[in-house]
C-alpha cells in the first residue's frame, strides 16, 4: 500500500507539472515575413546606434540596423530628403520607426497578411503611445513633403523615391494638422495614434531605455490576451489568470483516474 501510495502521489506531481507547462502563443516573439526580416528573433550584439535597444532580442541583422540610419538607404531605395534636406531632429524618428519594423520581435498581435512582391506580411494599427507620436510630430512640423502617405504613388523613374509630377512640398503640419494624423497615416495606418502614455503596458513604444527592459514585451502580452480572450467570448478574467485556464492535456486526463484510485487505495490502507 505504501508504495501505491507513493506511486499515486509521483503520478499526482507529474500530472500538476504537466498541467502548467506554459503554452507558446504564436503571437508573441515573433518576427513579420517581410523583405528583410530574420526567420525568428534572437540576440544581435552589434545593432547598430538607435536600433541597439533590440540588440538582446532582435528580429533585424547588423547590417539591416546600418541601413536603416542612411539618407539612401539599400533597404528600400527610399530617400528621406525627397524635399530638400530633412532636419536632423526628425529623421531620428524616421530612423527609430525603421527600428522598430525591422527589429522589433513584439509586433506579433499586429502582423496583418499581404500579397507584395516584397513582403507577405506587415504591421497594422499598431497602439502607438501618444508621446512618441506628438514629439515625432513636434519635431517634424517643419521639415517639408511632398505626400501624405508614403506607401505608394512616388515617381520612382529614377530608381529612388521623387515627389510625384504637379505635387507641391509643402511643411509637415499642412500635410499632417495633428500627431494623430501623421502616425497614422504616412504607413497606411500601420501605426494608430493611441491616448494611453509610455510605461501604461497598454501602447507600444518606438523609444525606450534598454537598461529598464523592452516595455514593448508586456504590451504585446496583453493584446495577444486580448485577441484570445475575445475569440473565445471570455470577459473580465486577468492576463495572469487566462494563462492558467487552458484544456488539460491529455496525458492528465488519461492517468488521473489510476493516480485517484491508488490514491485512495493507500489512503483506506493507511486507517
Known amino acids: 500500500l505504501a508504495l501505491g501510495m507513493a506511486v499515486a502521489l509521483a503520478l499526482l506531481v507529474l500530472l500538476a507539472a504537466d498541467a502548467v507547462v506554459p503554452v507558446k502563443n504564436p503571437l508573441l516573439n515573433v518576427?513579420?515575413?517581410?523583405?528583410?526580416?530574420?526567420?525568428?528573433?534572437?540576440?544581435?550584439?552589434?545593432?547598430?546606434d538607435q536600433c541597439s535597444p533590440w540588440k538582446d532580442n532582435a528580429c533585424c541583422?547588423?547590417?539591416?540596423?546600418?541601413?536603416?540610419?542612411?539618407?539612401?538607404?539599400?533597404?528600400?531605395?527610399?530617400?528621406?530628403?525627397?524635399?530638400?534636406?530633412?532636419?536632423?531632429?526628425?529623421?531620428?524618428?524616421?530612423?527609430?520607426?525603421?527600428c522598430l519594423y525591422e527589429?522589433?520581435?513584439?509586433?506579433?498581435?499586429?502582423?496583418?497578411?499581404?500579397?507584395?512582391?516584397?513582403?507577405?506580411?506587415?504591421?497594422?494599427?499598431?497602439?502607438?503611445?501618444?508621446?512618441?507620436?506628438?514629439?515625432?510630430?513636434?519635431?517634424?512640423?517643419?521639415?517639408?513633403?511632398?505626400?501624405?502617405?508614403?506607401?505608394?504613388?512616388?515617381?520612382?523613374?529614377?530608381?529612388?523615391?521623387?515627389?510625384?509630377?504637379g505635387s507641391m512640398c509643402r511643411p509637415f503640419s499642412k500635410v499632417f494638422p495633428r500627431p494623430k494624423d501623421l502616425c497614422e497615416k504616412i504607413w497606411s495606418n500601420s501605426y494608430k495614434y493611441s491616448p494611453e502614455r509610455r510605461g501604461?503596458?497598454?501602447?507600444?513604444?518606438?523609444?525606450?531605455?534598454?537598461?529598464?527592459?523592452?516595455?514593448n514585451v508586456a504590451v504585446a502580452s496583453y493584446y495577444a490576451w486580448k485577441q484570445r480572450s475575445s475569440s473565445a467570448q471570455v470577459e473580465n478574467v486577468a492576463p495572469e489568470r487566462d494563462q492558467a485556464v487552458r484544456a488539460l492535456p491529455w496525458s492528465v486526463l488519461a492517468l488521473l483516474p489510476l493516480a485517484l484510485v491508488l490514491l485512495a487505495e493507500g489512503a483506506g490502507g493507511c486507517g
Open 200 to 215: 501604461s503596458g497598454r501602447c507600444i513604444q518606438m523609444w525606450f531605455d534598454p537598461a529598464q527592459g523592452n516595455p
Open 103 to 165: 527589429c522589433s520581435p513584439n509586433l506579433g498581435p499586429w502582423i496583418d497578411q499581404v500579397d507584395s512582391s516584397w513582403r507577405r506580411e506587415r504591421i497594422l494599427h499598431v497602439p502607438l503611445c501618444k508621446e512618441d507620436c506628438e514629439e515625432w510630430w513636434k519635431d517634424c512640423k517643419d521639415a517639408l513633403t511632398c505626400k501624405e502617405n508614403w506607401h505608394k504613388g512616388w515617381n520612382w523613374a529614377t530608381g529612388t523615391n521623387r515627389c510625384p509630377w
Open 31 to 48: 518576427c513579420m515575413d517581410a523583405k528583410h526580416h530574420k526567420h525568428k528573433p534572437g540576440p544581435e550584439g552589434k545593432l547598430h
Open 61 to 98: 541583422t547588423a547590417n539591416t540596423s546600418s541601413e536603416a540610419h542612411k539618407d539612401q538607404s539599400n533597404l528600400y531605395n527610399f530617400n528621406w530628403n525627397h524635399c530638400g534636406l530633412m532636419p536632423p531632429k526628425c529623421k531620428r524618428h524616421f530612423i527609430q520607426d525603421t
